[in-house]
């Protein structure tokens, strides 16, 4: 009778007299996923039927893995459990067949039908890991359906903040307690560049904050701006001597 | 609006959605102006436009999406080069008893495996949204009876649990010794 | 790699990618087989072969992506019909005045408003990523400084600052008055 080839991975190559050395017992058991990936292994190892196992065999050798096992490391339960099993199954296949107990079923049978169910499933298992995944082996589009990025956020617009700017502006006039200046937008945009240029250092080379190859207009907003920051006290311009380097830093030492 | 219009919103619609669309919700876009057999055509002819392109249109289990085909994905990995990790043997072999078997409980699986299943696994792919609890058994402690979701049909691009690949029987001399 | 499959590629890549990519980014898909130019080239490509759909590829702070055009917002929405929230008066006025004034402090914030700024609408635009500490101003207690962030940028779909609508139109008034 044919006995199937080992479906799947090969797990690992054992002396076939079973010798293992008590190191690898620990990798050994942490390779198999329990008694019934065990007992399969053992059976498609040695070439023993799965329909018509010899229990005798197959019990030696499962507790030979568990015994040297046990040495070792705690044993999870289910391995002892399936041990109990089969000497279970060895024993009553020993007892002497009445006539009464011919029609009873092979003591083997449940076993066998639980380790072919189990290696279906260590083959879908497989199968399974080789379709084609979401986000592993291909992605889905992604372009945002709202004007802006994240939709649980609420939505904001560049209009909205003229017009929030606008209603602030027009209070502030109402109470006339404070001079709201129109700007030039970019300077306050390098200004906060130039700041952050700063972020983390003690201070820049006064050229450094210029963007090389910059437009000349971008090149005097950038002084603008460090002007302003140097008027709003955000920064010092120093020099330490004549025609030396000028430096630019931050004044937000603690 | 025309059909050209028709089928620019359509496929706006079908690329700025992660989740796939089935024909009834597109049939909102147009206000029932289009009947289910017209979007059916629309999404033949897009499906047609985009032949020879990085993505292609697909049905999955709750509906229609564009997907980027295999072959292109060497090189988006390159821009995200972090791999999602591969599942365990012990997860995968979960995952394949609630694909094939369902609904089952966690007993269940448990016989089947012969060892005891982790609490994490199957949260795991309860927050993927692969599985979910769709009722309890009715036997003392109430168990759970786990199911796949169709966002699982989803992410492996099939269209119905029929889908999977067949289990394989790994013995057939089994029933002929049984029969 | 032909510039046809490139093209493809870059395609798949923009329309699955939830950020915007900038072109050293892209440079990785192909390895760095294609210069910058090349890339500009193909994404000027792109850019016209989707003038005419639901979609169009644009230039943010960050890089490139594509985004629904705003006639397609319309019919989108019926898909997903929940409005949007809307920020308070006073997170808008906020955000406003980070906006044109940056980097101001909050004490500056609350002397333009005229009232307190809570801490929680600094928080909120902070954890959106809006806005950032840059600095301290060099005062007692050293107050932080706020600025917007280019994702800020990015989500206004603006290039930078100065693209934001200027404020002369409809101040004239307020500099009548004040001057």
Redo the contacts between chains.
Sequence with gaps: ??V?RI?GEAILELPQDLYIPPEALEIVLDTF?????LLLYLIRKHNLD??DICMAELTRQYLAYINAAKQRHEL?A?YLL?AALLIEIKSRMLLPKHAEMEAEEDPRAELAR?L??????????????A?????????????????????E?????????????????????M?N????E??E??I??H??RI??K??GRNAAEFVELFEAGAGLAILIVTFLALLELAR???VSIVQTDVFGTIYVK???E? | MNSDEAGIVLEAA?????DAIPIIEMAKLFEGELAPRDIENMLSELRCKWAGSG?ELVEVSSGW??????E??KF?DRLDPK??Q??S??A??T???I??KQPVTRGDIEE?????VSTQILKMFESRCWIEVIGHRDVPGKPSLYATTSRFL?????RSISD??P?????P??EQ?DT
């Design positions: 009778m044919i199937a479906h996923e329990g008694p019934l990936d799965i329909l999870a289910e399936m639980r072919l169910e189990y290696e279906k499933i260590k083959q879908a298992a497989i199968t399974l890991d379709l084609e995944q979401a986000g592993r082996d291909f992605l889905l589009p992604h372009v945002p359906r709202d004007w802006l990025d994240i939709p956020f609420p939505g904001v617009e560049s209009e909205d903040l003229r017009r929030a700017w606008m209603s602030v502006a027009s209070r502030v006039r109470m307690s404070h001079k709201v129109r700007e937008l970019s306050r945009e200004m906060a700041l952050k700063l972020q709003e006290s955000l931050a004044n937000n603690f | 079908l690329l700025t959605t992660e993505l999406r564009f997907r980027t085909r295999p292109m994905q988006l791999k999602p591969r599942y043997r012990a995968l072999e995952l394949a008893i694909a094939y089947i495996r012969g060892v005891a989803d992410d492996l691009n099939l999977l690949p289990l394989q029987n790994i013995e001399q089994l010794h």
